[in-house]
């Protein structure tokens, strides 16, 4: 296939192909600037302005090609990386794709306390993980809970008999909720994370890749708040908007008023603005920030 002969002179970055992560990774992707057409069916597509190569795999199996250093970089949530148990550089938290993974029970059953469930049938997704739990549950390695394998739809095998409590991702909780169970122990939290092998192809594009996808990150947080102030208040909103660095004050045309401007984060755009209005401060702006690099 000529598209792979293409492949050697490319860094080779992992990206989930469906799933909860993927918009969001295509995103980041776009963010970043990372340029690229990806055919009807093809899990390879080439970047048209970074010699980079992105590989749509399963989020499931990202932690293996970037642990084997198949592919330098990945995107994939940490609990795939535990659950792999893979040796790879956790690089930077992408803030997406945030849950738990939980020991879940029926809600209604008599067994509440994880140790119940010593000796029973648990079913997950999650095996390697759930069995290291049960392993600390009992205190040794030869472990007589029964740990059974499913790829979805894991919240159906209490209902069906096949488990006793199962092992399972949890944001919202209204599939846990839909399926009569309760949670009773986190066994880890987890979010999406940039991977990267131990021995990348291309140690720079690695580097340049990490700080354009901080500046998105940055970006995502941030917002570009600017006002107008009098000279005497300056002290006072500053110390509201203080900046990354520091504030960029411009003298106006009008006699002891300023002008600042500065990044805020935007979380707290609203209370700031409130302050500022208090303060004395006039003509308050918030402007979107599309990408930065800080
Ligand atoms: N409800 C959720 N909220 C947030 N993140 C989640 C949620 N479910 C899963 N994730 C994250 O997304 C990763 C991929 O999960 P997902 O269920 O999308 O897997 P998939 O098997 O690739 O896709 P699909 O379930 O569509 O077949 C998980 O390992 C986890 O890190
Ligand atoms: O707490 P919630 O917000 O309801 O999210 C949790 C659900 O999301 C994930 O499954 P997903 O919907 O991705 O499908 P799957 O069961 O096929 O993996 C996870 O396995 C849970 O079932």
């Not at 939290?189 to 340049?208: F, Q, R």
């Not at 003298?251 to 990044?263: A, N, R, T």
């Amino acid at each position: 296939m000529d598209l792979v002969n293409h492949l050697t002179d490319r860094l080779l970055f992992a990206v989930p192909k469906k799933g909860r992560l993927y918009e969001k990774c295509i995103g980041l992707l776009k963010g970043a600037d990372i340029k690229f057409n990806r055919s009807k069916r093809l899990d390879i597509a080439l970047c048209t302005n970074l010699p980079i190569a992105l590989i749509f795999l399963p989020a499931a199996d990202i932690p293996t090609f970037v642990g084997e250093g198949r592919c330098s970089l990945g995107v994939t949530g940490v609990d795939q990386v535990k659950e792999s148990n893979v040796d790879v550089d956790l690089a930077m938290d992408l803030l997406f794709g945030r849950c738990k993974l939980q020991l879940q029970v029926p809600e209604n059953g008599e067994l509440k306390k994880p140790q119940d469930f010593i000796g029973k049938t648990i079913v997950s997704s999650f095996t390697s993980l759930t069995r290291e739990y049960f392993e600390k549950l009992e205190g040794k390695k030869d472990i007589t809970t029964k740990i059974k394998y499913v790829g979805g739809s894991v919240e159906a095998s209490c209902a069906l008999g096949v488990a006793d409590a199962i092992v399972d991702l949890v944001e919202s909780g209204e599939t846990m909720r839909a399926a009569g169970l309760i949670d009773i122990d986190t066994i880890l939290d987890t979010s999406a994370h940039l991977i990267i092998s131990k021995n990348p192809s291309h140690p720079e594009l690695v580097n340049v890749i990490k700080s354009r996808i901080e500046g998105v990150l940055a970006a995502q947080k941030h917002v570009l708040c600017t006002y107008n102030a009098p000279r005497s208040i300056l002290p006072t909103v500053l110390k509201l908007t203080p900046g990354r660095r520091a504030a960029t004050v411009s003298p106006l045309e009008v006699d002891d008023w300023v002008s600042v401007s500065s990044m805020i984060e935007r979380s707290k755009s609203g209370i700031i603005m409130d302050q500022l209005k208090e303060a004395g401060a006039s003509d308050i702006l918030l402007f979107e920030i599309s990408n930065c690099r800080v």
